[in-house]
């Protein structure tokens, strides 16, 4: 059983751009959760997505959306980029949705110049 | 300021030896998981605590929930180098519309050294 896989690995952008990342959880899973871990504020959530409706969403600036299509694969965009959007973007999937065991994909890396 | 708190930062212990690391809450713990990430990786699930004074054990690692103290330990018997990583606490705690949302604490980095 395949698990969580989130496209690209890496990325590098420079400031003002925009980035979409993606997530494909496991299948059979509903529920698609993303966080943002950085060396200062730990791993801080974006927000979740259950059967394409957003369930919740963390404290993060409107430039951070996401999208959850019918096949439960997500999508997050980060619009006008800035050099503190630099971090490591990881999407978990599960069941159900709330705080449930969590698989997590290996992650994204954005580094932004 | 932080909703889960850990404690040490980081630690480093000789292979064999046994650990302890502490999850601290700002509010009552109804649930807590213990997940372990590898550098640069993805979050390993370890463990999930419900019950207050619940106690759970896989191989050499176990876990704890004092929900009175709001507080759970993760203590690691007779560490070995594939013990390393970095472990993270995350619970259950109150959202929008009352919904949850599943918050971390920023992670306790083991070093074993053989």
């Known amino acids: 059983k395949a698990g969580v896989t989130q496209t690209p690995r890496y990325l590098i952008k420079t400031r003002g751009q925009q980035v979409t990342l993606s997530c494909s959880p496991i299948s059979g899973h509903r529920s698609v959760s993303w966080y943002q871990q950085t060396p200062g504020q730990g791993l801080q959530f974006l927000f979740e997505?259950?059967?394409?409706?957003?369930?919740n969403k963390g404290n993060f600036p409107g430039r951070f959306s996401g999208r959850q299509f019918s096949n439960s694969r997500s999508e997050m965009n980060v619009s006008t980029l800035e050099l503190g959007d630099s971090a490591l973007y990881l999407c978990?999937?599960?069941?159900?949705?709330?705080?449930?065991?969590?698989?997590f994909g290996s992650g994204t890396q954005l580094s932004v110049l | 300021s932080q909703e889960l708190e850990q404690s040490p930062q980081s630690l480093i212990v000789q292979e064999g030896k046994n650990l302890t690391i502490n999850c601290t809450s700002s509010?009552?713990?109804?649930?807590l998981y213990w997940y372990k990430q590898k550098y640069g990786e993805g979050l390993i699930f370890l463990m999930m605590?419900?019950?207050?004074?619940e106690e759970k054990s896989h191989e050499k690692i176990t876990a704890k929930l004092d929900e009175k103290k709001q507080q759970s330990s993760l203590h690691i018997t007779a560490s070995q180098p594939s013990h390393a990583g970095i472990y993270l606490c995350?619970?259950?705690?109150?959202?929008?519309?009352?919904?949850?949302?599943?918050?971390f604490g920023k992670g306790t980095k083991l070093t074993v050294n053989p």
């Open positions: 978990a999937s599960s069941w159900v949705a709330g705080h449930e065991k969590l698989f």
């Open positions: 995350g619970a259950g705690l109150s959202g929008e519309g009352g919904s949850e949302k599943l918050v």
């Open positions: 997505y259950f059967s394409e409706t957003q369930r």
């Open positions: 509010k009552t713990l109804y649930g």
């Open positions: 605590l419900q019950k207050g004074g």
